[in-house]
Antibody, heavy 118, light 106 residues
Framework: QVPLVQSGAEVKKPGSSVKVSCKASGVSFSSFSVTWVRQAPGQGLEWVGNIIPVFRSTNYAQRFQGRVTITADESTSTAYLELTSLTSEDTAVYYC???????????WGQGTLVSVSS | EVVLTQSPGTLSLSPGERATLSCRASQSFSSTHLAWYQQKPGQAPRLLIFGTSNRAPGIPDRFSGSGSGTDFTLSISGLEPEDFAVYYCQQYDTSLTFGGGTKVEI
């Protein structure tokens, strides 16, 4: 059983928005932070933000403030990342991750490729 | 923001050799909140070490971590063919940041 399963690849136009989902299974969902990390082609890992579902509390990286919204639906154990005003620089693989058996990100989704192109 | 600088950018070694990877922080933070990840092409990162020196479940004991304050190290004793990958350090003390990565290549 895969703990985190993400939605499929997206192709978007510049200026549009994208919403990526991350469904948890086999693990307690509400009490643990779900983190979103992205990786542009050939680049390193970049933290986008996180949510603690039970508190609905969120934290976002400064560079995404105003463009990103992370939400969670406890009834379906699913977290969402929405990014607006997309540019080509947002082309990346977006990962969700969370603690499963340690204090940090030891469970990862398979990644969702978001491509932004006109 | 805590900036993490990894060195070297690339490490060229042979199987069986020892790898020593460095992660330096722009400010001191609790060693409880330093982790290391391995990433192979086309795969999600895999947690190796958390809390500076604790191996994640299933991680072989040839991987070890050490350090405190602003200087942290990941060591791999006796490189196996499957260890050639990119390694990232991460702090989760103040928000969350990653280092730029070190590629370990043959």
């Amino acid at each position: 059983q895969v703990p985190l399963v993400q939605s499929g690849a997206e192709v978007k136009k510049p200026g549009s928005s994208v919403k990526v989902s991350c469904k948890a299974s086999g693990v307690s969902f509400s009490s643990f932070s779900v983190t979103w990390v992205r990786q542009a082609p050939g680049q390193g890992l970049e933290w986008v933000g996180n949510i603690i579902p039970v508190f609905r509390s969120t934290n976002y990286a400064q560079r995404f403030q105003g463009r990103v919204t992370i939400t969670a639906d406890e009834s379906t154990s699913t977290a969402y990342l929405e990014l607006t005003s997309l540019t080509s620089e947002d082309t990346a693989v977006y990962y969700c991750a969370r603690p499963c058996r340690t204090s940090t990100l030891d469970c990862w989704g398979q990644g969702t490729l978001v491509s932004v192109s006109s | 923001e805590v900036v993490l600088t990894q060195s070297p950018g690339t490490l060229s070694l042979s199987p069986g050799e020892r790898a020593t990877l460095s992660c330096r922080a722009s400010q001191s933070f609790s060693s409880t909140h330093l982790a290391w990840y391995q990433q192979k092409p086309g795969q999600a990162p895999r947690l190796l070490i958390f809390g500076t020196s604790n191996r994640a479940p299933g991680i072989p004991d040839r991987f070890s971590g050490s350090g405190s304050g602003t200087d942290f190290t990941l060591s791999i004793s006796g490189l196996e063919p499957e260890d050639f990958a990119v390694y990232y350090c991460q702090q989760y003390d103040t928000s969350l940041t990653f280092g730029g990565g070190t590629k370990v290549e043959i």
